[in-house]
Each structure stands twice: as structure tokens, then as C-alpha cells.
């Protein structure tokens, strides 16, 4: 994604569009409610019939009239001046009134679209394009707002271009699409894609509920509310913000599970979800650089595992690394896996992946000597790594236990982890860093030799 001044000649022939009328409205509509808010403030002093009576009613209609008309302008020329193109090789967006820009992403660079649509959005039928782009400088190029049949249309248009299925005659083809009439809602037609998973309402509730992060942040959030109850005065000023600082994170966490569903693409994976907002994220599957299957103390006892990766290019919002699981069960992670990761480098891919994420030293896992014990009391017996002819297992962790998988080829660096404990005892960790988030492979407290050993076999794969 770049920012250009004209496009090519060759692609001047194809005609301007514009978004979706009401676009300006899916963001801007604070700006009717702080009028609202400001008018209210500034009579505060009035009464309910003074605010509507008389002569206060007919200025508050003109004044009102005149601040909406304001507004509207100004939603018309926002929209007026937002256009979109595409061409043959670029998907080019304009916009701005006084301060005129122009962005392009090269359609052979797209990776992806993500479909994202936000509460307004929804409740209007709109949706927005989010480009994902190999040699962008940015995260994405966004297109705001088409009618959600229209903006997938537009998505697969693109995409079957980006891949070099472009027909011979693109503009008829584009404008068939166009006037082909769209399904009401495209989201059935998406589900005929293999569904890998999906998580079930009360499944997500329960896990959240499940996390010690949410248990510790009740019980103080408890604690404080009973103290002031019994009176203690500053208490309330703990309260407040922790309440609205936890309350934040469970919406978010809450929003990211919710109706969340996973399906098999041509080019890798696709997932969805939201509550009050929507997001689609396509995984393109050979830009995987990490993934993790973590699972918390509690949800060990009923089998649940969370699974994110490091994705080039395509990030949540609320994140570094993008979750394609929220919490499920092993069949669920083992059809996950078996899409991101098809090749773990083994024949009994499905015995290792169980072995991974859990206990043990079966299929030739490693793992810590028994004078880590002292180190690591709690979580020594489940340490280990194996290295398979195509990635790197490794699992740590003590009461939220964590298995990563890095792939050779998509190792950046290595670190030597070795603490003045661990020289003692004769122990070292390796850490394996990778680009697109914050996983990393983590070979913890094993042998100093076998540590030194793990390297230079590791250094020798990637030259």
C-alpha cells in the first residue's frame, strides 16, 4: 500500500465509484449526539416544558435545523469526495476534502480482505474492506462503507484477481457481478466452506469465567464493594475505575469469542465473530509464522485449549497476535492445526499434537532433567521440545500450560536463556523468535549440553 498522485494511464479508462451514501454517518453519528449533549448541558437550568415551549421551542427547532443542516453538508462533501477504483493491477481510494489523498494497493501484493463491520454498520447493512498487503507499510487499506452484498462481491472479484484468475474481459466481468443480483445475507454462502470450528455461547461465558485473571479481578472487585458497604469512604475511589477496567477487558474478550466460527478457505482459513461488531479475518495458511495452544488451570480439567498465531500482515485490533480459537476442545485444535500447520514434520501427527499439548516424553520429547525440580516444582515434568524434520514443539508454563509450534523456515532468531540458577545446575533455555506477533518457541530448563547442541542443529536448518 502506497500513496500515489494519479494512477497509470492504462487504468484511467476505469470508472471512479463511490462509497455508500450513509457511510459518513456510521462514524459521525457522536457528532449528532454531542449536539444533543452540548444543547442539554447549556439549559440544564430549564425545566422539561420550558426546553419545549414557546419562544425557547421555536429557537431550539431553528437552532437545531441549522446545526443538523451543518452537519449533513458536511457528510455530503465527505462522501462526495471518497472514491474508489479498480483496476486491472491496483485497488486505488480517495479522500479528503481540503487535504486531498490518495492510497493503492497492488492487487498481486493482496493477501487478503478482512471484512469488518461495526454496530452502525450492521444496523444499516454496511460493511468495510480491509486490505491486507505484502509490501505494505501500513497495517491496511480500508474501504468504508458498500452494502455488505456488494462488499463481498467486491472481495472475491479481488481475490480471484489477486491470485492470476482474472478473466479476459474484466470490466464485463466486474459489471456482471455488479448487476448479478446478490444474496440478502452472503454469510450462508461463506458457511459452505468446511467448517473447522466453532464455539458455543455458553462454552465462552464458562471459560471466561474460568480464567484466574477473571476470578482474582471479581474477588477485589468484591472485596472493595463490601468494604464500602461497611463504610470505608475511599474505597469507592478503587472501585470505580476497577470495575470499568475489568469490565473493558471481559467486553473485549467477550466480543472476541462471540459467535466466533472457523472455516477451511482455498487459501488457508477463514474465521468470524463479534457481538456488537463483526470481524472476518482471512489466514492465508503459508503466512503463519507461530502458533500456541495455551490452556489455563482450570480449563485442563475439561479439556479446552486456546490457539493464536503470528500472522504477517493480518492482526486483531486488540492484539498482537491474532486468536483463531477462542477456546475449544482437541478435535477442534487437531482440525485447526491440521489447516495453519498441515505438515509437523511426523507420521502420527495426531499422537504428537495430543502428546504436545499435554504431558509426557512419548514420540521423542525431551524434556527437563529432574534437577530442574527445585526450579520449576510445579511444571518441570511438562517442559520439553522435539524437533521434526519441519518444526520446532515446544511446552512450558505451570498452571496456564502453553505449547508452541514454529516452523523452520520461519525462525528469525535465537536466544540463549541461562540464568546464574540454571548455570548450576547445569540448565539452559532457548528461545526461537518469528515475525507477524509475540509467540515465540520456548525450549525451557533443559540440559546445558542438549540446549547447545538444539542450537547448532537449528543454525545448521536454517542455513
Given at each position: 500500500?502506497?500513496?500515489?498522485?494519479?494512477?497509470?494511464?492504462?487504468?484511467s479508462?476505469?470508472?471512479w465509484?463511490?462509497?455508500?451514501p450513509a457511510?459518513?454517518?456510521?462514524?459521525?453519528?457522536?457528532?449528532?449526539?454531542g449536539?444533543?449533549?452540548?444543547?442539554?448541558?447549556?439549559?440544564?437550568?430549564?425545566?422539561?416544558?420550558?426546553?419545549?415551549?414557546?419562544?425557547?421551542?421555536?429557537?431550539?427547532?431553528a437552532?437545531a435545523?441549522?446545526?443538523?443542516?451543518?452537519?449533513?453538508?458536511?457528510?455530503?462533501?465527505s462522501?462526495?469526495?471518497?472514491r474508489?477504483?479498480?483496476?486491472?493491477t491496483?485497488?486505488y481510494?480517495?479522500?479528503g476534502?481540503?487535504?486531498?489523498?490518495?492510497?493503492?494497493?497492488?492487487?498481486?501484493?493482496?493477501?487478503?480482505?478482512d471484512?469488518?463491520?461495526?454496530?452502525?454498520?450492521?444496523?444499516?447493512?454496511l460493511?468495510?474492506?480491509r486490505?491486507?498487503v505484502?509490501?505494505?507499510?501500513?497495517?491496511?487499506?480500508?474501504?468504508?462503507f458498500?452494502?455488505?452484498?456488494?462488499?463481498h462481491?467486491?472481495?472475491?472479484?479481488?481475490?480471484?484477481?489477486?491470485?492470476g484468475?482474472?478473466?479476459?474481459?474484466?470490466?464485463?466481468?466486474?459489471?456482471?457481478?455488479?448487476?448479478a443480483?446478490?444474496?440478502a445475507?452472503?454469510?450462508?454462502?461463506?458457511?459452505?466452506?468446511p467448517?473447522m470450528?466453532?464455539v458455543?455461547?455458553?462454552?465462552?461465558?464458562?471459560?471466561?469465567?474460568?480464567?484466574?485473571?477473571?476470578?482474582?479481578?471479581?474477588?477485589?472487585?468484591?472485596?472493595?464493594l463490601?468494604?464500602w458497604?461497611?463504610?470505608?469512604?475511599g474505597?469507592?475511589a478503587?472501585?470505580?475505575?476497577?470495575?470499568?477496567?475489568?469490565?473493558s477487558?471481559?467486553?473485549?474478550q467477550?466480543?472476541?469469542?462471540?459467535?466466533?466460527?472457523?472455516?477451511?478457505?482455498?487459501t488457508?482459513?477463514?474465521?468470524?465473530y463479534?457481538?456488537?461488531d463483526t470481524?472476518?479475518?482471512?489466514?492465508?495458511?503459508g503466512r503463519v509464522?507461530?502458533?500456541?495452544?495455551?490452556?489455563?488451570?482450570?480449563w485442563?480439567m475439561?479439556?479446552?485449549?486456546?490457539?493464536?498465531?503470528?500472522?504477517?500482515?493480518?492482526?486483531?485490533?486488540?492484539?498482537?497476535?491474532?486468536q483463531?480459537?477462542?477456546?475449544?476442545?482437541?478435535?477442534?485444535v487437531?482440525?485447526?492445526?491440521?489447516?495453519?500447520?498441515?505438515?509437523?514434520?511426523?507420521?502420527?501427527?495426531?499422537?504428537?499434537?495430543?502428546?504436545?499439548?499435554?504431558?509426557?516424553?512419548?514420540?521423542?520429547f525431551?524434556?527437563?532433567?529432574?534437577?530442574?525440580k527445585?526450579?520449576?516444582p510445579?511444571?518441570?515434568?511438562?517442559?520439553?521440545?522435539?524437533a521434526?524434520?519441519?518444526?520446532?514443539?515446544?511446552r512450558?508454563?505451570?498452571?496456564?500450560?502453553?505449547?508452541?509450534?514454529?516452523?523452520h523456515?520461519?525462525?528469525?532468531?535465537m536466544?540463549?536463556?541461562?540464568?546464574?540458577?540454571?548455570?548450576?545446575?547445569?540448565l539452559?533455555?532457548?528461545r526461537?523468535?518469528?515475525?507477524?506477533?509475540?509467540i515465540t518457541g520456548?525450549?525451557?530448563?533443559?540440559d546445558?549440553?542438549?540446549a547447545?547442541e538444539f542450537?547448532?542443529a537449528?543454525?545448521?536448518r536454517?542455513?
Amino acid at each position: 500500500m502506497s500513496q500515489s498522485v494519479e494512477p497509470a494511464a492504462g487504468d484511467s479508462a476505469e470508472p471512479w465509484q463511490r462509497v455508500h451514501p450513509a457511510s459518513p454517518f456510521v462514524h459521525g453519528w457522536l457528532a449528532i449526539i454531542g449536539l444533543v449533549y452540548i444543547y442539554w448541558q447549556n439549559t440544564d437550568e430549564l425545566s422539561w416544558a420550558e426546553r419545549f415551549s414557546g419562544d425557547r421551542l421555536i429557537w431550539t427547532v431553528a437552532g437545531a435545523g441549522i446545526a443538523l443542516l451543518v452537519v449533513l453538508i458536511f457528510y455530503f462533501l465527505s462522501w462526495y469526495f471518497t472514491r474508489y477504483k479498480l483496476t486491472s493491477t491496483h485497488v486505488y481510494v480517495n479522500s479528503g476534502m481540503l487535504f486531498r489523498s490518495q492510497k493503492q494497493a497492488r492487487i498481486d501484493k493482496v493477501q487478503g480482505i478482512d471484512i469488518a463491520q461495526p454496530l452502525v454498520a450492521r444496523l444499516l447493512g454496511l460493511a468495510e474492506l480491509r486490505f491486507d498487503v505484502a509490501d505494505s507499510s501500513e497495517s491496511v487499506l480500508r474501504l468504508s462503507f458498500l452494502r455488505k452484498a456488494d462488499a463481498h462481491a467486491l472481495r472475491q472479484v479481488i481475490l480471484q484477481r489477486a491470485r492470476g484468475g482474472r478473466p479476459a474481459h474484466a470490466p464485463e466481468a466486474e459489471q456482471a457481478a455488479a448487476d448479478a443480483p446478490a444474496p440478502a445475507d452472503p454469510q450462508p454462502a461463506m458457511q459452505a466452506s468446511p467448517l473447522m470450528a466453532k464455539v458455543p455461547i455458553g462454552r465462552l461465558i464458562a471459560s471466561l469465567f474460568l480464567q484466574l485473571p477473571v476470578i482474582i479481578g471479581l474477588l477485589a472487585c468484591l472485596s472493595m464493594l463490601v468494604l464500602w458497604i461497611s463504610g470505608v469512604e475511599g474505597i469507592i475511589a478503587g472501585l470505580v475505575p476497577s470495575v470499568l477496567a475489568f469490565g473493558s477487558w471481559f467486553y473485549k474478550q467477550l466480543n472476541q469469542g462471540w459467535n466466533f466460527t472457523a472455516s477451511a478457505s482455498d487459501t488457508g482459513m477463514r474465521i468470524s465473530y463479534g457481538l456488537a461488531d463483526t470481524r472476518q479475518h482471512s489466514i492465508p495458511s503459508g503466512r503463519v509464522q507461530a502458533i500456541s495452544v495455551t490452556a489455563p488451570f482450570f480449563w485442563r480439567m475439561l479439556g479446552w485449549y486456546k490457539v493464536e498465531v503470528n500472522v504477517l500482515g493480518t492482526k486483531s485490533d486488540d492484539a498482537d497476535n491474532l486468536q483463531v480459537l477462542p477456546v475449544g476442545d482437541f478435535e477442534s485444535v487437531a482440525r485447526i492445526m491440521g489447516i495453519l500447520l498441515p505438515d509437523l514434520g511426523v507420521e502420527n501427527q495426531r499422537e504428537v499434537l495430543a502428546t504436545a499439548v499435554s504431558t509426557g516424553s512419548e514420540h521423542g520429547f525431551i524434556g527437563s532433567p529432574e534437577r530442574a525440580k527445585p526450579l520449576s516444582p510445579g511444571a518441570w515434568k511438562h517442559q520439553g521440545f522435539l524437533a521434526t524434520g519441519t518444526t520446532v514443539i515446544s511446552r512450558y508454563g505451570w498452571l496456564a500450560r502453553q505449547a508452541s509450534f514454529v516452523p523452520h523456515n520461519r525462525v528469525q532468531g535465537m536466544s540463549w536463556i541461562q540464568g546464574p540458577w540454571e548455570r548450576g545446575r547445569r540448565l539452559a533455555g532457548v528461545r526461537l523468535h518469528s515475525a507477524g506477533g509475540s509467540i515465540t518457541g520456548y525450549v525451557h530448563q533443559i540440559d546445558a549440553d542438549t540446549a547447545a547442541e538444539f542450537i547448532r542443529a537449528q543454525t545448521r536448518r536454517l542455513v
